[in-house]
């Protein structure tokens, strides 16, 4: 786990080095334009950056030396001290014991400046230009110049971006030329084909490994947060962190910052109880927030779990009520998973009678667009009086991931596989037809199931989701897909296989549609329409 | 939230701020490593406060912060500058920006000097 | 909007007259016009036949014409989103105009192969379309004069949004010349939401 001083330290030394150079650089053509006041401000300003740096980190040696360069060349530039022969000399000589200082930070036996030359450039900045003052010959301390670049680099996230898109391109492109090079049997195409299989996918991965950033680094910036939040509610918590070398796209883990912190901080606000009241159902003083990341396939999973007073469903029922989101008799009766779900209803859980007793919902639909932008899946489980969980499944990588592919009506669909609770054949008599819809009973579970045909083609106005007899064929394959702690199983027509697929987002003036996440073209080259489980999820909803 | 804009032409520099600021619970909006990408920034992102490093590459922080107040005249601007710096430090607080931190700085400074600003 | 069409024609010769004294108007002033053709800015279309009419995009619009590939239907789109289609790797939208502007597509004549259609691929700058024609677009270069800016039919049609630049008359063919990035209004591009 890379702790934040360590991150400032690698930063500190990267940037300085970078600096080193530059001043090389420029006072190297100091020596041949003494009077190029561009050059002159340049050295000041690189020089100035390193003494702020080096004070705030602690390295005073670097930060004292860069200050008396620094005078030195604040003199030049005022033209109060010549550019002369020897103090050029000096000056070089204390821009190599910089660059020595710098490199030298990570050796166990720590480099001292020379106090020769430390004492040279004391002389050139006081003695001004009178150079009746000897100065005394510095011993090289590196008499040969080792050429050393710095092992890390820093890159913008836009240039991975970037190259991610491309090898996405090229993935597809490889596909193509696999699925080519089987139609035509060519033995010396399928074995260049096969090696370029396997470089794409090392480069893939190189790729995606390359955008890989520890988890800890947003987890660790939390118990500030908490203590801050806790302080402010009069609230005694302890956070338990765990998890923090797993690591996710960097994207990622940006888009999730904000939803992270909202949980975080409903579960202080509205979650934990205060002391009084703990202490009168038995609980420990402090509350206990615990966050944390572990891999699961090729999803990393963040729970946080809080130990305080939970979600009354028996609330929330009564509000969907309220809200028209649900009919009274049918409130009862529905699955507590589901209940949850009303919790993520836009501004369901801002209205205040909610906020006051279960408080979990102000703004929670915010969180779970996020979560859904990036193919992503958000549960919640609570009980009443024991606390409240978030389960938070994430792609470890934005652009490929595993996906199921079948057909609809000669058209060939994918749904990513993080959405995919399982897949399975039913026959016709065993869906059946209730109210406005068909339901099927999947191991004890009643499960409402959906053809797609019907869903995606048929004419608006004379839809029948509850008709069995549209169906075609007696068996019947079914994805069931599971959203917003609702599961759905989907009839499609043709099921085939899992595949890892790259998402290309559909660009203007398709990229409104929310129906579809992308599309991906197959190695046939045909396109194929990925689709946005969220949001056949609502359109079904807002069909049946 | 509040939003803030960070100046500066140390990358290790935005980096302290930055973490400074958003572990208080600020919002960083963006971050310049010099004048222009600053002014360009100021305009895109019209945040709450600027947080302005006097001695950049391209301008001089001062220019900056005239560019700045040219066209966004209630802007909250906050000088973080080094010792010896004193000379830009009270020309620009002449020029409208709200106070000034001196490098290196202690979180406790920049809260301060931050908040004081952003309650104004 | 056929209906519309039909009423530009019939205030035709009104719409003729202003045109004509411009012409009067710039001759005397461009008198080597003909003569020196490249002293006159030109102006090269591509033009193409919706329904009975015909229409003409700027070239610079139009990055590159081909014969349509297999077009993947999109459903819960609006109608005149025909589906999607790969062309040299890039993944583009399908647009029938003719749905779009309600135009009245051309009975079959025996002259044309109702399986091969072509796809002008329309770069704009905040989206990329392809917009399918049934007959071969053909390429024509004419001087900007020849393209009325402001034909005054169009106050009395009820035509919205200024997709159209203007109506180009060559060999008594009267084209309307459509401004491609105009052409999905921002309604248009509103209506592929909220499905």
């Not at chain 3, 040299?88 to 079959?108: H, Q, Y």
Request: a negative charge; glycine letters at 6%; aromatic letters at 6%.
């Amino acid at each position: 786990m890379k702790s934040r001083e360590q991150e400032y330290k690698e930063i500190f030394i990267a940037e300085a080095l970078e600096y080193f150079d530059s001043l090389n650089r420029h006072i190297s053509e100091l020596e041949k334009q003494p009077q190029d006041d561009r050059v002159l401000a340049e050295i000041f300003r690189l020089l100035h950056n390193l003494k702020a740096n080096a004070k705030a980190i602690g390295y005073l040696q670097i930060s004292d030396l860069s200050h008396k360069l620094e005078t030195a060349f604040s003199l030049i530039r005022n033209r109060e001290l010549q550019f002369s022969d020897e103090v050029v000399t000096v000056l070089f000589d204390g821009i190599d014991m910089l660059g020595d200082l710098i490199s030298g930070i990570d050796n166990p036996t720590p480099v001292e400046p020379d106090p020769v030359l430390l004492r040279n450039l004391d002389i050139i900045v006081d003695n001004l230009s009178d150079s009746t003052i000897e100065l005394a010959k510095v011993q090289r301390f590196t008499n040969s110049k080792n050429l050393s670049l710095s092992d890390l680099i820093y890159i913008q996230i836009k240039k991975l971006d970037h190259m991610l898109n491309l090898v996405g391109e090229l993935i597809i492109d490889r596909d193509r030329i696999m699925s080519l090079s089987k139609e035509l049997n060519n033995d010396d195409l399928k074995t260049v084909s096969s090696h370029l299989y396997r470089i794409t996918e090392e480069l893939q991965y190189s790729v995606m490994d390359a955008r890989l950033v520890n988890i800890g680094t947003l987890f660790n910036k939390f118990p500030r947060i908490v203590r801050d939040i806790a302080f402010a509610e009069h609230k005694d918590i302890n956070l338990e962190l765990s998890g923090q070398d797993i690591q996710i796209d960097r994207n990622i883990l940006q888009i999730i910052t904000d939803s992270l912190l909202h949980l975080v901080r409903n579960a202080i606000t509205h979650g934990i109880e205060k002391p009084e009241q703990r202490a009168k159902s038995n609980k420990p003083n402090a509350g206990l927030l615990i966050l944390s990341a572990q891999n699961d396939r090729d999803n990393v999973v963040i729970k946080l779990k809080d130990d305080g007073k939970g979600i009354d469903l028996k609330q929330v029922r009564k509000t969907a009520v309220k809200k028209n989101l649900v009919s009274a008799e049918l409130a009862d009766g529905l699955p507590d998973s589901e209940v949850f779900s009303f919790l993520f209803e836009p501004g369901f859980s801002t209205a205040a009678e909610v906020t006051e007793y279960s408080g979990r919902g102000v703004g929670l639909d915010v969180v779970k667009n996020a979560i859904d932008s990036i193919g992503g899946r958000l549960h919640v489980d609570s009980e009443l009086g024991q606390g409240t969980t978030f389960t938070l499944h994430l792609p470890t990588s934005i652009a490929v991931k595993g996906a199921l592919l079948f057909e609809v009506d000669n058209i060939f669909y994918a749904i990513p596989l993080i959405h995919t609770e399982q897949v399975l054949a039913l026959d016709k008599d065993e869906l059946h037809e209730v109210g406005d819809v068909m339901v099927a009973d999947l191991k004890g579970e009643t499960v409402t199931v959906v053809y797609l045909n019907e869903l995606l083609n048929a004419d608006e106005a004379t839809m029948k989701l509850g008709d069995k007899t549209r169906l075609k064929g007696q068996v019947q394959n079914i994805v069931v897909v599971s959203y917003n702690n609702r599961k759905l199983g989907l009839i499609v027509d043709k099921l085939y296989r899992q595949q890892d697929i790259v998402v290309k987002a559909l660009s203007k003036p398709l990229d409104k549609i929310d129906l579809y996440g992308g599309v991906t073209l197959l190695g046939t080259g045909k396109v194929c329409l990925v689709l946005d489980v969220p949001a056949i999820t609502r359109y079904f909803i807002q069909k049946r | 939230m509040k939003r803030i804009l960070i100046v500066d032409d140390s990358f290790y520099m935005r980096t302290m701020l930055k973490n400074m600021l958003t572990d208080a619970g600020y919002e960083v909006v963006g971050e310049a490593p010099n004048g222009q990408t600053a002014l360009e920034l100021a305009k895109e992102t019209n945040p709450d406060l600027i947080t302005l490093d006097v001695i950049l590459p391209d301008n001089t922080g001062l220019d900056v912060l005239k560019g700045i107040k040219k066209d966004q005249p209630d802007m909250k601007v906050i000088i973080v500058s080094a010792v010896g710096q004193e000379v830009i430090v009270n020309e620009a607080l002449e020029y409208g920006a709200l106070s000034y931190i001196v490098k290196p700085f202690s979180e406790e400074k920049v809260l301060e000097a931050v908040n004081k600003a952003l309650e104004e | 909007m056929a209906k519309n069409i039909k009423k530009a024609e019939a205030v035709e010769p009104a719409a003729n007259t202003p045109e004509a004294v411009t012409e009067t108007n710039t001759a005397p002033a461009q008198p080597a016009a003909n003569d020196a053709p490249g002293k006159e800015e030109k102006v090269h279309l591509i033009v193409f036949k919706l329904g009975t009419e015909y229409y003409a995009i700027k070239i610079e619009q139009v990055k590159e014409v081909t014969v349509t590939p297999t077009i993947t239907r999109m459903p819960r789109t609006p109608e005149f989103v025909q589906g999607v289609a790969n062309i040299r790797g890039d993944i583009i939208a399908i647009v029938d105009l003719e749905k779009r502007f309600s135009i009245r597509p051309e009975p079959m004549t025996d002259s044309m192969q109702p399986n091969t259609t072509y796809t002008l691929v329309i770069e704009a700058k905040e989206y990329s379309i392809g917009v399918v024609v049934k007959e071969v677009p053909q390429s024509l270069n004419l001087p900007m004069s020849k393209i009325d800016r402001t034909p005054s039919f169009l106050q009395d049609t009820n035509i919205k949004d200024n997709y159209i630049e203007g109506i180009a008359k060559v060999d008594n063919r009267l084209i309307i010349v459509l401004d491609m990035l105009r052409i999905l209004s921002s309604d248009e591009i509103k209506q592929l939401t909220g499905k």
